[in-house]
């Protein structure tokens, strides 16, 4: 009998240990944050908004393929750091926000994450992953994807915001509709 109420005291140890050791991982990723913290974003409070959108709108004017442009902004000193405007046909992939992170990769001592794009159009997904991976966490436009599609671009019908909310590791905010209406007028009658 003392053997038996041993070797079953033995075989309920062995239980115990072996959910111990199934729910361990399982308590370690409940200690996990779930919640990236999140990014304070820089004070631009001081930026002209129409005023750096129309410097976007004049790169649109003087591009040489679509009418599209953007430009970089430092949200501290309110310096613009770049203008571009699309430049897909020398290379498919050189949309005008494209171009303008690239010019600015080029420069020394980048803060990325004071930087705000500015750009006549909703970026498209390409570029509004760039900007992500760019660090940028600030992006204004003028027209909407929506508006592009009705003048005949050919758009990937994925919205810039929907693109930032998949993009769980960062935060970036989306400002749609500034002086939409001029921004408009560049693309009106284009196709
Ligand atoms: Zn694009």
Redesign the pocket.
């Known amino acids: 009998m003392g053997i038996l109420t041993l070797i079953f005291a033995a075989i309920l140890l062995f239980i115990v240990l072996l959910n111990n050791a199934a729910a361990a991982p399982i308590r370690t990723m409940a200690m996990l944050p779930t919640v990236m913290p999140a990014q304070s974003p820089s004070n631009s409070s001081t930026l002209d908004h129409e005023q750096l959108m129309r410097h976007a709108i004049r790169e649109a004017r003087l591009s040489r393929n679509y009418p599209?442009g953007a430009v970089i902004v430092d949200s501290l000193t309110g310096k613009i750091l770049t203008g571009a405007a699309?430049d897909a046909h020398l290379d498919p992939t050189l949309?005008?926000?494209?171009v303008a992170i690239q010019k600015v990769a080029r420069k020394q001592n980048v803060y990325w994450k004071d930087l705000v794009l500015y750009?006549t159009?909703e970026?498209?997904?390409?570029?509004?992953s760039?900007i992500i991976w760019a660090g940028i966490p600030r992006v204004y436009f003028g027209s909407s994807m929506l508006f592009l599609q009705q003048q005949g671009f050919s758009q990937i019908d994925i919205r810039a915001a929907d693109i930032a909310a998949r993009a769980t590791f960062s935060t970036i905010e989306i400002h749609g509709g500034l002086l939409q209406k001029e921004c408009n007028a560049l693309l009106i009658g284009y196709k």
């Not at 949309?95 to 494209?98: L, N, R, V």
């Not at 970026?123 to 509004?128: A, F, Q, R, Y």
């Open positions: 599209m699309n949309h005008a926000e494209i750009s159009v970026p498209c997904p390409m570029c509004l760039a």
